[in-house]
């Protein structure tokens, strides 16, 4: 489990200080995915750098396990970076080693034998599907292969933690397929607890379980991805129904409200159930449905009777809805 | 230059060659052995560097610019003193190699600061996130990314080298320069200076080429 707690970040700058994480607090249950959704100049990297142990919090602190790790200095530093393996934007490889002397790199660093290193090497090599690219050079890899080399190399010294700081924001929509499905394999075959960072709405809603997102430095919303999704209002939410937040709120003297379904809510014909129980007219404005994680999320805005309002409210609660009114 | 004088002079030619490849050669060592080293400490000192230290970075920086401020012809005559000290004689070409030494040292380190400044700031952090000291970071790191530049650098302190031996060797430092001015000047056989010269060419070009071939083969971008 790590936990982040109320971790400021503070860069003093010769024209003010820049509060780049304002209290953050964020779980990561041990074996999950979790994501950290926001947009540039959010801190999603500052966070990250705090939790990679490369950057120290002005306050707060990361608790991995129960130890907090912040505070650390000299060899136990270096000994507890090596238990954290880091993907990087742009990859990061070393141009002067090739795909194996990159791979080998953390455990050369450990002071692991030669022997012993090739083994691994070839192991993590498989696993990314790269063995034949073993003596080949960084250069001559297309953009997904040299991130494969990438996450290969921060597994090498068998971390327990895996940070990934835009892992797939430099790759087309097919190769970032492709290495957030290695990403969670890795997740699942090694167990191995990963952080993701990113922009894009996509990658949280393909591979994380829980995502926490980051607004100016601070956690605007966090919990598991599908509830997210079905939350209005969370950038999560209105990115993945642009159609609501570009629908009407005019409601010609009737009711608007917002309605999200979650899970079993989404499989129910609550809409019908609504209009029965209220005898009025129900008018769907906008809507969509979406499979987040296996789950079914639904967000519709409709227009109500002002006299069934309170009516249809009840029942869509009832049946598990969530229900805002609009206007 | 008569097909007597070519006899004459053609022993003694090959010999000066050798002297000023030798003075080149050992001052060329002495110059990577201790200007790396140098150039490492200017950057990481430096301000963004692995361990930066305005004090020690200006001390250094200081000492190296003055160094490499001096004309060469006026240093090699300032430290006449260390020169006795450090190989026992003030002429021939091991007394050129000394003021060689002395003028390439904070010429090179200056390349190889800007070589290392080179080394994309994300390698040397991905470096760090393993868990590397900083003396893994300068060894296994910093170096190897920037070896191309470093050789590259290096011809460039090679080449110039070559030049100042001819100037060594025109104040009784051994080797072209000195066979040059002695033979060729004092003695007006201006054919011998110009042979001279036109070795002087080849060498350089070989040196040139030698050392671009090196640095591609070291490049894997
Ligand atoms: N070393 C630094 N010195 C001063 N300010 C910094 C420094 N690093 C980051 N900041 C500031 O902190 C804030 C957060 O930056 P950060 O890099 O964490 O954002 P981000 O969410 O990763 O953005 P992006 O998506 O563009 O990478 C920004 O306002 C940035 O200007
Ligand atoms: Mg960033």
Known sequence: MISIRELRKVYPTPTGDVVALDGVDIDVPTGRVAGVLGRSGAGKSTLLRCVSLLDRPTSGSVLVDGADLSGLSGADLLAARRRIGNVFQRFNLLDSRTVAGNVALPLELAGEPRSRRAARVDELLELVGLSDKKSSYPAQLSGGQQQRVGVARALAARPDLLLCDEATSALDPETTRSVLALLRRVNEELGVTIVLITHEMDVVTTVCDTAAILEKGTVAASGPVAELAATPGTMLSDGLFPQLGAADVAGDGRAVLDVSFLGDAADRPLLSEAIRATDGDVTILAGGVETVRGSRVGRLRVAVDTTAVSEATKVLRTGGARVEAVA | ?221
């Open chain 2, 1 to 221: 230059m008569t097909g007597e004088g070519w006899d004459r002079w053609a022993p003694e030619l090959w010999q000066a060659t050798l002297e000023t490849l030798a003075i080149v050669g050992i001052a060329g060592v002495v110059t990577v052995l201790l200007g790396l080293p140098l150039g490492v400490a200017l950057s990481v000192t430096g301000p963004g560097g692995l361990t930066p230290s305005r004090t020690v970075s200006r001390v250094l920086g200081a000492v190296v610019d003055i160094g490499r401020s001096i004309p060469f012809i006026i240093l090699m005559i300032a430290i006449v003193p260390f020169t006795r000290l450090v190989v026992g004689t003030t002429i021939g070409s091991s007394a050129a190699a000394v003021p060689l030494t002395v003028a390439a040292i904070p010429f090179f380190a200056r390349l190889v600061e800007a070589a290392l400044r080179e080394v994309s700031p994300g390698v040397v952090d991905a470096g760090a996130s393993m868990g590397a000291s900083r003396r893994q970071l300068i060894v296994k790191v910093l170096v190897p990314e920037a070896l191309p530049s470093i050789v590259a650098g290096l011809t460039v302190t090679v080449v110039a080298m070559i030049g100042y031996t001819a100037m060594a060797g025109a104040v009784g430092g051994g080797g072209l320069g000195e066979l040059a001015v002695s033979y060729g000047y004092h003695r007006f056989e201006t054919g011998v200076t110009w042979v001279t010269v036109a070795i002087l060419v080849v060498v350089v070009k070989a040196v040139q080429t030698a050392g671009d071939l090196c640095a591609r083969r070291l490049s894997h971008r």
